[in-house]
Structure formats: structure tokens, C-alpha cells
């Protein structure tokens, strides 16, 4: 097992067999709404390789790209844990912060900086695009 995780409550639990395909931070409208601060912090990893207990909310929207987006939280205490893009079902983003330890986290790229609040301070040493 590569790691594992929680919600805030316990009642969502997951485990991860292998290391992230990528790491990135997002600042984009939605994922700034969604999670109430200037970005999400995501690590990707086949859809393959999580293993998730539990029965997790869902609300669906669509990206820019035009592909459905389903993010999942806890239904009790409302953690943001999980994100899925229809055009990549193979693939599910989870929020680092869900992560029993996430010491091996380093966002590899920056997304929507044109969008990033300015009181969001980022590395600039991470690859940075204005968009997608």
C-alpha cells in the first residue's frame, strides 16, 4: 500500500496501492468554490489502484473542457475527498489533505493561474499555465 486516508469523520475511508501518476494545484473558479479557499490541492492516480469504503456524496458540473466533472465529499461532515472527469474515467483525483500522511506530496504544476486570488501565494518554481 502506497498510502491512505479519511474523511473528516471516518466514515470515508480509501487506500492507494501505488504513487501518483501527478500532483497539481487548481484555481480555478469552481475548484476554489467548491473548496472555499484559493485552490485545490489533487494527486491523480488510476482509478484502479484507490480503494474506497464508504458511500460518498456527489455533486457533477462540467469542466471548460466540456467533459462532466463529479466531485465527492462526505455526506456527514462535508470533506472534499474525490474528483472524477468523464473524459479521463481511468483516472481519480483525491485531495492531499484527505491523506493520513501526505509528506510525499509536491504539486508538480500550477492550473488556471489567471484565476489564482492574489492573496494565494504558490511556489514559483512550479510549472505555472494561465489555463488548463
Known sequence: MFASGRCLCGAITFTVENPPLRMAQCH???CRRSTGTGHIV???FKREDVAVKGTT???KSTADSGFERTRHFCPNCGSRL???NAKNPAVI???AGAFDDSSWFKPM???YASQRPVWDIVD???ESHAEM
Open 93 to 95: 483525483g483525491i485531495a
Open 82 to 84: 474525490f474528483a472524477e
Open 124 to 126: 514559483p518554481e512550479i
Open 109 to 111: 504544476v500550477n492550473l
Open 42 to 44: 489533487q494527486a491523480f
Open 28 to 30: 480555478c473558479e469552481q
Open 57 to 59: 456524496a456527489t455533486y
